[in-house]
């Protein structure tokens, strides 16, 4: 056993590791979504650089997404670090099945939530809003949230309280602890949360035709615009609409990176008097977190249910479709997991000095519309005459790739690296230390990103609507059933898999 941890911490093998983690990042992952820049004159065989252009209509388009993106994100935060506080911190067996309530909107096929927030705010329910700019916002909190819940439970659970107990027994309230001590230690966490919400609403399609429809309001983001000119056989604008899009969230989020990088959470004054008194609303905090929580986010998500309707005829193509969207997601996972971690270490922990690069081009990865991904994907792997199906998973797997990544990463630079230094100094191989100290540190990460990973891919409509012409995924055939106003079937298929994924998730957690 010694000589085997000896051989695996060797440097000809640490290279090689590495080497393999690139290489199907780079062959797999990342070129082929080059493809759509490449081959970016659709009347042209030859590979040429496309000539850029923006519209009023694309403009506003792109103000419209990157403004419910923030506005997502923010209620998001605000609301969702109360909810991941009681996850990671809070001794109850109750925690558990708040655990899980929080995944299920991950669950549920976006197209699907999408046309359930909307009936549940609309006409249908309650009727407090009308198809526009605020029931989008209203779609993507619900999606989003999980993301930024999820994120920030595993990077809490991964803060040594010793240092917040400390604050507290010299005299710091407890919210003075958790804005002086605890909110810095997981500031990388709470940034990756942030970005992946972000990037997961700018990038979203199925949910956003679902709960707007056809009509004038259609084109209200990037990537529905992206779709309406598609299928519209306008490939021109398409490309030169998702090209501007990566673009400018590549920027933006580089320099939200910068800037969160460079002045930190300010943590300079304190409060006592004050923060004292808010620490008395420590109740009212949590039931309006709570509140939101079923009001906003698990009530509308699956009002759709209400419909359910059992179909004998669609029963057949129903389990079919959950069987090719779990086979494909459990692929994807499985996939990103074995070469998604060695991603994760390398920019955690900056080896060769190409950390910063490589976490750059998983940015570009993850703040592709899923639309524009898709089409370039497909198009790249049609190339070579492969299997659909096989398409299909490279696809899924090229989107997904940076929800493991991006928050192992994260936890990765938040570990305290005197322990692996004790751990070394003590005779310790790397093999060794990672094994038995990185890993189970790093490990609520893993399987956080691995739950929004695998539910990502579960749940994807605008990509696969791109690249399946024969597979239907689950989320594909509620778009057909809500498209052939089958909402009794929509809604049963939705239940169903529901049942699925609420067995699968227990017997994961019973472990």
Known sequence: MGGADRFASGKSVEI????????????????????????????????????????????????????????????????????????????????????????MPLIMPTAALGFSVALFWGGEGI?????????????????TYP?????????????????????????????????????????????????????????????????????????????????LYKNNGDMTSAISLSIILIAASTILLTLVRYLANRFGIPIVKVYPSFEKSLNNLKLEKNVLAFAFFIAIILLPSFYLLEFV????????????????????????????????VGMA????????????????????VMVMPTVA?????????????????FVLAMVHVSFSYPYIVKPVAASIRELDKDLEDAARVLGATPFKVFTTITLPLIMPSILAGAVMAFMRSLSETGATLTVSKTFKTIPVLIVEFVKASKYGDAAFASALLLGVSFIAAYLLRRK
């Open 147 to 227: 993301y930024i819940v999820r994120t920030l439970s595993a990077a809490i659970e991964e803060v040594d309280i010793t240092y917040e107990m400390a604050s507290r027994t010299l005299g710091s309230s407890p919210l003075t602890a958790f804005r002086t001590i605890t909110l810095p230690l997981f500031k990388s966490g709470l940034l990756i949360a942030a970005l992946l919400a972000f990037t997961r609403s700018l990038s979203e399609t199925g949910a956003t035709m679902m709960a707007v429809g056809t009509g004038q309001f259609f084109a209200a983001t990037a990537p529905a615009q992206t779709l």
């Open 127 to 143: 009727g407090l809003l009308s198809k526009g700019f605020w029931m989008i916002v209203a779609v993507h909190v619900a999606f």
């Open 16 to 103: 090689v590791f590495y080497s393999v983690v690139i290489l199907f990042f780079l062959l797999l992952v990342f070129a082929p979504i080059l493809y759509i820049v490449l081959r970016g004159c659709p009347d042209s065989n030859a590979m040429c650089f496309p000539s850029l252009y923006i519209t009023k209509e694309m403009s506003d388009a792109l103000i419209n997404s990157f403004s419910i993106a923030f506005i997502a994100v923010v209620l998001d935060i605000i609301f969702g670090i109360p909810i991941a506080w009681v996850i990671a911190r809070y001794k109850t067996k109750l925690k558990v099945y708040l655990d899980f309530l929080v995944d």
């Open 373 to 389: 991904l898709g089409l370039s994907l497909g198009m790249f792997w049609n190339l070579f005459q492969l299997d659909e199906l």
């Open 345 to 364: 270490l390398l920019i955690g922990r900056n080896k060769y000095g190409a950390g910063p690069f490589f976490e750059f081009l998983t940015d570009m």
């Open 309 to 340: 309707s059992y179909s004998r005829g669609e029963l057949g193509g129903i389990i079919n479709s959950i069987g090719i969207s779990f086979l494909i997601a459990f692929a994807a996972t499985v996939a990103n997991l074995i070469f998604g």
